[in-house]
């Protein structure tokens, strides 16, 4: 018998001072049998801080490859972001900035690493592409605070971002980084 997804239902008070979005969420996410906690969490607050009209979490969910785990389109359909969430390969980045207007990933991977595997390949407005890097440790936290149903409170302000949950506050920084290596 084939595993089945497990649903969750993530209340998200979004307070988004940084881009200035405020709104309550109320999402039903599928974690995948071969999904890991924290990637469904990486996603999930991913798709809080890019939170904006027409956004929507893949159809195919992590079975399809071809897919943004989360994106972005305007209402005639055109492809605005594609938002990765890990440490997708250079090829899928190449992929996605030639797709889509702006690419996004939030990952919680070493930059370093990150930066190597970006280099085994050309990658089309590589410089353009944005990396979000949550601390390990941060996504450890609110992991061990997670139910099947929960109530969060993100609120990112002047690149910290807070998270309550389970009537605790976790804080981690959070800014935008580039695959470019920074030149020394």
Same mark, same amino acid.
């Given at each position: +018998?084939?595993?089945?997804?497990? +649903?969750?239902? #993530?209340? #998200? &008070?979004?307070? /988004? ?8 969420? /109320?999402?039903?996410?599928?974690? !995948? ?13 991913? =798709?809080?801080?890019? =939170? %904006? %009209?027409? $956004? ?8 399809? &490859? ?5 994106? #972005?389109? /305007? ?7 594609? $938002?990765?969430?890990? *440490? ?5 980045? !190449?992929? *996605? ?8 990933? =939030?990952? !919680?991977?070493? +930059?370093?690493?990150?930066?190597? &595997? &970006? ?9 353009? #592409? %944005? $990396? ?7 996504? /450890?936290?609110? %992991?061990?605070? +997670? @139910? ?34 920074? @030149?020394?």
């Amino acid at each position: +018998m084939a595993l089945t997804a497990t +649903m969750h239902h #993530i209340e #998200i &008070a979004l307070s /988004d001072v940084d881009r200035g979005v405020y709104e309550a969420l /109320d999402l039903r996410v599928a974690q !995948h049998p071969s999904e890991s906690m924290r990637y469904m969490l990486t996603r999930t607050l991913a =798709y809080g801080l890019s =939170y %904006e %009209e027409g $956004i929507a979490f893949s159809k195919g969910g992590l079975s399809s &490859a071809d897919e943004a785990p989360l994106s #972005i389109k /305007d209402p005639t359909g055109v492809f605005l972001a594609w $938002i990765d969430v890990g *440490a997708p390969s250079a090829e899928r980045l !190449h992929k *996605a900035s030639k797709a889509a207007r702006r690419v996004v990933v =939030y990952t !919680h991977s070493e +930059m370093h690493q990150l930066r190597k &595997a &970006a280099a085994t390949k050309a990658i089309h407005k590589v410089e353009a #592409i %944005e $990396i979000w890097r949550f601390e390990p440790a941060f996504l /450890d936290a609110v %992991e061990a605070r +997670m @139910a099947r149903n929960t109530k969060l409170e993100l609120t990112r302000n002047d690149g910290h971002l807070y998270l309550a949950v389970g009537g605790q506050t976790l804080e981690t920084t959070l800014a935008v980084q580039s695959l470019v290596t920074p @030149a020394s």
